[in-house]
Structure formats: structure tokens, C-alpha cells
């Protein structure tokens, strides 16, 4: 067995990956421990967790863990927006010549970030473009809210469909996807934490992963850990 550590930007993260991800890589004999919302801020000696505009203090959490457990066994990765990216995150001005490719933009960004840590035992990954994206993988998932929004609903099924998957939905400011869903249902803003993940449950990994290729890959690459360690 290996052992896994995942950031969380937020609490929506968190959870997910609490409820979905864990159990799922422990059916290939790879242990996460609790997700950790990540640092955005360090002041006077005590560390501030949970989204943030920051790179520097996120790298610095990183690194403390990586120091604290060196065991060729033990990994860690990430659940980071590109949308709305820290302004100081590696690569970010560069990968800008990308932005009509967001796939390939997000994997070069990763790799960037991969090399600015330097440690091989670092998965790196950014979520295309934001959480709300698997969302779009079964908008009827928003029954759960209010089964009675059947327009509402539609108009998230629509957006969908002009989309090859749910992760390209764009990251413009009123058009990322948790900016549509709000437009649509108001009160997930107001509990994202709590509504995303139990959507996503609705929806089912199986799913989210056959919609989200991005996605996916990293799953899949978390599951062989086992088997092929970092080289997967």
C-alpha cells in the first residue's frame, strides 16, 4: 500500500475528494489521507488554509510536507482551479501563447509546477477550469436541489451540449461553470462546499470520469500508483 496526499483549494474539494476519491483509490491499495485545504497565507507563525491568490505560501505547504515525509512510498498531488490561477503560479504568463488549447495549456502548466517543486513524488493537478465543470457531466444531478426547476435544468443541459466535455466550458467571469449554475440555481453560491459534492455523488464518478478526460487521466494515474509509481 501507498500513501497519498491531496491539496484541496477549498472545502468543495475536500469533500469530493473525501466522499468520491478516497474510497475509490483505496480499491487499488492507495491510502489518502484527509484532503488538506492548501495554504494561501502564513502570518505571524500560524499558517492560513483555503483558497487564496498566493503561489508562494501553496509551495512553501507543499514542501514542508514533502520534508516531513520522505518515504519513496508516500505521494501528493492537487485539486487547484486554473481558473482564476494564483498571478505568481509558474509558467502562467507563458502558457498564455496556449489559451485556445486549454487541455495542453493546463498540462503544460502542470508540468511547470511539477518542476518548480522538484520532487518526482509531486502529481500535479489542475482542474479544467474550476470544480462546477464535473457538474455539466449529468446537469439532471440538480433534481437534488429542486426537482421542480425542470427549466433551469434545461438550460444546464444545453450548455453542456455545445461542449465536447464539461471541463472546456470557459473560464470567463460570468461564464465559468459555477458562474452558470449560479445564474440558474442562486442558492448553490450560497453553499457551494456542501451542494457540489453531494451533486457530484448523484452524478457518480463513473460518470464524471467518462465526461472529464483530464480528469480521468489523473485518476487513473493516482490508481497505479501501486503498480508503477511516479513513471505512470
Known amino acids: 500500500m501507498v500513501r497519498l496526499y491531496l491539496f484541496a483549494e477549498g472545502q468543495t474539494e475536500q469533500t469530493f475528494a473525501d466522499i468520491l476519491i478516497q474510497p475509490q483509490l483505496a480499491l487499488y491499495d492507495v491510502f489518502m489521507h484527509n484532503p488538506i485545504l ?32 520522505k518515504a519513496p512510498d508516500v505521494f501528493f498531488t492537487t485539486m487547484i482551479d486554473l481558473y482564476a490561477i494564483h498571478a505568481d503560479f509558474p509558467g502562467l504568463a507563458e502558457s498564455e501563447s496556449l489559451r485556445q488549447d486549454p487541455i495542453q495549456r493546463v498540462e503544460f502548466l502542470e508540468k511547470r509546477f511539477a518542476e518548480d517543486i522538484g520532487d518526482a513524488r509531486l502529481i500535479p493537478y489542475l482542474q479544467l477550469h474550476e470544480y462546477e465543470a464535473y457538474l455539466f457531466s449529468d446537469p439532471t444531478c440538480f433534481k437534488y436541489l429542486d426537482a421542480g426547476r425542470t427549466k433551469e435544468i434545461e438550460a444546464l443541459r444545453v450548455i453542456a451540449s455545445q461542449y465536447q466535455t464539461p471541463e472546456l466550458i470557459n473560464d470567463g467571469q460570468q461564464t465559468a461553470p459555477s458562474k452558470r449554475i449560479i445564474a440558474q440555481f442562486p442558492d448553490y453560491g450560497k453553499a457551494k462546499s456542501i451542494f457540489g459534492p453531494l451533486l457530484a455523488e448523484q452524478i457518480g464518478l463513473h460518470v464524471i470520469r467518462n465526461k472529464c478526460s483530464h480528469f480521468d487521466k489523473w485518476l487513473s494515474r493516482l490508481e497505479s500508483l501501486n503498480e508503477k509509481g511516479v513513471s505512470s
Open 38 to 69: 492548501i495554504a494561501h497565507a502564513k502570518k505571524k507563525g500560524q499558517v492560513h488554509r483555503g483558497g487564496g491568490r498566493n503561489y508562494l505560501p501553496m509551495k512553501n505547504d507543499i514542501m514542508r510536507f514533502l520534508k516531513q515525509e
